[in-house]
């Protein structure tokens, strides 16, 4: 059975920083991508960032390059992403899931398995 448990959302000040986690059981690193994707209220899903099985190939969107970064540690079968300069506009449902390719901008119609979601919530 596959799961993808999410952690690490929270409440947090404009400027400040979070990294989620994406712990994954089931299925290897080794053979499978992970996007992160993110919804806002009223919006559609997102893909925000992924990392593929090959570990020097990630993408990160334009709308957030530079201030997000994915990461994975194999030893733990988890997938990272590291928030820093957060601002309102990054509120949202942040969602993990999985897929056998990580070619650019991700799409949820390409991820199979995904997490519950944590909430992250930027705000004064």
């Known amino acids: 059975q596959v799961q993808l448990v999410e952690s690490g959302g929270g409440l947090v000040q404009p400027g400040g920083s979070l990294r989620l986690s994406c712990a994954v059981s089931?299925?290897?690193?080794?053979?499978?991508?992970i996007g992160w994707f993110r919804q806002a209220p009223g919006k559609d899903r997102l893909g925000v960032s992924c990392?593929?099985?090959?570990?020097?190939?990630?993408y990160v969107t334009n709308s957030v390059k530079g201030r997000f970064t994915i990461s994975r540690d194999s030893t733990r079968n988890t997938v990272y992403l590291q928030m820093d300069s957060l601002q309102p506009e990054d509120t949202a449902v942040y969602y993990c899931?999985?897929?056998?390719?990580?070619?650019?901008?991700?799409?949820?119609?390409?991820?199979?398995?995904w997490g519950q979601g944590t909430q992250v919530t930027v705000s004064s």
């Open positions: 990392i593929s099985s090959n570990p020097s190939s990630t």
């Open positions: 899931a999985a897929s056998s390719v990580c070619l650019g901008q991700p799409w949820a119609h390409e991820y199979s398995w």
């Open positions: 089931g299925i290897s690193l080794d053979y499978y991508a």
